[in-house]
């Protein structure tokens, strides 16, 4: 085999797959976590926030596709997204409580940028003593008195 035909047979392959590439772009779903907090019923940014992107398929079933964390003020990005519909489940942990959210479902269509938001809500509290008499207000049983 000539030099040439070397050159020819690992280049070539590498060139169609950008080429392909670049014609079947991907998209992105960015958005907003927040969440109410269970004690002063605030909204906040939900920092930390672990966000999976899942697709709903066309028989409607769903599928969990991939995860990213949310940044300091909640945001977040999810790249190389096909086409489809789709939707974002949130969950987050923090201190005693578990909240969890979902978004709209939405439609990513040819390379296109979806923004969206979810919202999350207290689904559990993991409950001890201390949450029990920080709720009624009596923090000086949590102290061990």
Request: net charge negative; proline share 3%.
């Amino acid at each position: 085999m000539t030099q040439k035909t070397r050159i020819l047979t690992y280049l070539l392959p590498a060139v169609c797959c950008i080429l392909l590439a670049a014609c079947n772009p991907k998209g992105e779903i960015s958005g907003t976590a927040t969440y109410t907090d269970y004690y002063d019923g605030c909204t906040y940014p939900a920092a930390g926030a672990t966000l999976h992107k899942v697709s709903i398929l066309p028989n409607g079933t769903e599928r969990n596709v991939s995860s990213v964390m949310a940044g300091s003020d909640g945001t977040f990005h999810f790249e190389y997204v096909e086409d489809g519909d789709w939707y974002i489940k949130a969950t987050l942990n923090k201190e005693d409580v578990i909240y969890e959210g979902r978004s709209e479902s939405f439609s990513v269509d040819k390379g296109s940028h979806a923004r969206t938001s979810c919202h999350m809500t207290q689904s559990k509290l993991v409950y001890s003593a201390a949450t029990a008499n920080l709720k009624s207000g009596d923090a000086s049983k949590t102290a061990g008195n």
